[in-house]
């Protein structure tokens, strides 16, 4: 059984990086098959992707334009997990942070495992 | 990017009846990579269905989903009191990955 363990902050302050880590049981991040995604989701932008990282003989990574410039999500396969790092953030940046297995990104089916969220408040 | 629109936003049924839920995308969705999500309070969201008509593992088939290209559609036949939630749709056919905006479905 695939389970995804998130941790890290849940209050930054503005201008500050935004760090949070998704431990992986039961599915490897070096999968040849999975992807490893990074969600958020507030009020006023709803459930928004922010990006993925994945393994096909060397590692990807995807991310959405409207974060891009602020970026990285990184494996870590000594310990299984992998992180998200969001850079210069700002109250707009509050929102629960989710993340989750794509099992296939080659096939169509969806993401079908989530972490717990952490609620992440940038404030000073 | 692709932007997924759902309708209704919210929708009042009561238990036993059918839920229709709609989901337009902006432009088509290549190879029906459509998906299709339960959430409830507190809690992340839960695949109910993929490639636009397949149940995930373990969800009952009073849940259905159906569509092609630009118009998706996920079909609740008998309502339970545990579907009383909201359902997102979801596209990952192209490297910018979208959600709709939510259909809350509640008791009436």
């Known amino acids: 059984q695939v389970q995804l363990q998130q941790s890290g902050p849940g209050l930054v302050k503005p201008s500050q990086t935004l760090s949070l880590t998704c431990a992986i049981s039961g599915d490897s991040v070096s999968s040849n098959s999975a992807a490893w995604n990074w969600i958020r989701q507030s009020p006023s932008r709803g459930l928004e992707w922010l990006g993925r990282?994945?393994?096909?003989?060397?590692?990807?990574?995807d991310y959405a334009v409207s974060v891009k410039s602020r970026i990285t999500i990184n494996p870590d396969t000594s310990k299984n997990q992998f992180s998200l790092q969001l850079n210069s953030v700002t109250p707009e940046d509050t929102a629960v942070y989710y993340c989750?297995?794509?099992?296939?990104?080659?096939?169509?089916?969806?993401?079908?495992?989530w972490g717990q969220g952490t609620t992440v408040t940038v404030s000073s | 990017e692709i932007v997924l629109t759902q309708s209704p936003g919210t929708l009042s049924l009561s238990p036993g009846e059918r839920a229709t839920l709609s989901c337009r995308a902006s432009q088509s969705v290549s190879s029906s990579y459509l998906a299709w999500y339960q959430q409830k309070p507190g809690q992340a969201p839960r695949l109910l269905i993929y490639g636009a008509s397949s149940r995930a593992t373990g969800i009952p088939d009073r849940f259905s989903g159906s569509g092609s290209g630009t118009d998706f559609t996920l079909t609740i036949s008998r309502l339970e009191p545990e579907d009383f939630a909201v359902y997102y749709c979801?596209?990952?056919?192209?490297?910018?990955?979208?959600f709709g905006q939510g259909t809350r479905l509640e008791i009436k």
């Open positions: 990282t994945y393994y096909r003989s060397k590692w990807y990574n």
């Open positions: 979801q596209q990952y056919g192209s490297p910018s990955i979208t």
């Open positions: 989750a297995r794509d099992p296939g990104i080659a096939a169509p089916l969806g993401m079908d495992v």
